[in-house]
């Protein structure tokens, strides 16, 4: 992100909800609407051309959906990724670890307050990941099915435990249970300031965007398992 306003683009297809986010971004002094899409496909083509800070992403659109729009503009092999935050409802949640794989920074449901909405696109913007452990552990309990080893998980395994320091593998593991970092802390009898310097560290090393990305890959290779 620059030293200029924060920018967003707004896909959601329904165009009162659309129109209801842009006004609240364009009410923030630091905030500034450069498009808004009403489908996937719209989506990917405006943040191409735009290079938004934050994309806030519905799910569900038509022509090509929110998952794989993600997926495109920030998974896997993407050279300039653009920052994703993802919007919700309850009704549709299972979605929520397909699209943090695919590459999303966070989520919020879209029931959420609109100050809350605002501070996740400000977290987003700053390059920090938007899941609150409390979250994490939602989601890791809901959708054990999902969390398992890939077929490639033992080779990915082993590169990630020859890369990282057995204290980083530690802080890893916390991390993808979903405890914050007083939690981490607390666990490993260090202070929130080194936990800190292991997670960054930790992202680093594994080349990984943000927390969510590292939580995603700790259940990809069996490094963590659900309860």
Do not use: W
Not at 11 to 38: H, K, N, W
Not at 40 to 55: M, S, T, Y
Not at 171 to 192: H, K, P, Q, W, Y
């Amino acid at each position: 992100m620059n030293d200029g306003p924060i920018t967003v683009l707004v896909c959601e297809d329904q165009p009162l909800v659309r129109a209801g986010y842009s006004t609240i971004f364009s009410a923030q002094p630091d905030m500034t609407v450069v498009g808004e899409a009403e489908d996937g496909r719209a989506a990917v083509e405006a943040a191409k051309r735009l290079h938004p800070d934050v994309a806030v992403m519905d799910i569900r659109m038509p022509v090509v959906d929110g998952i794989e729009a993600t997926r495109q503009l920030a998974g896997p092999g993407v050279t300039a990724p653009v920052k994703v935050l993802v919007v919700t409802t309850f009704n549709v949640d299972e979605y929520v670890y397909e699209a943090l794989k695919a590459g999303a920074s966070g989520f919020l449901l879209k029931d959420s307050q609109p100050a809350e909405l605002v501070r996740g696109v400000r977290t987003i913007a700053k390059g920090e990941s938007l899941l609150a452990p409390a979250v994490t552990r939602t989601l890791i309990g809901r959708y054990a099915a999902h969390l398992r080893p890939t077929a490639t998980g033992g080779a990915e395994r082993a590169a990630v435990e020859r890369t990282l320091t057995p204290r980083e593998l530690e802080v890893l593991r916390t991390l993808a249970a979903g405890l914050s970092n007083a939690e981490i802390a607390a666990t490993l009898f260090i202070t929130t300031e080194t936990v800190k310097t292991y997670v960054s560290r930790i992202l680093t090393k594994l080349d990984l965007r943000d927390r969510v990305q590292a939580v995603v890959l700790a259940y990809r290779v069996g490094l963590a398992e659900p309860a």
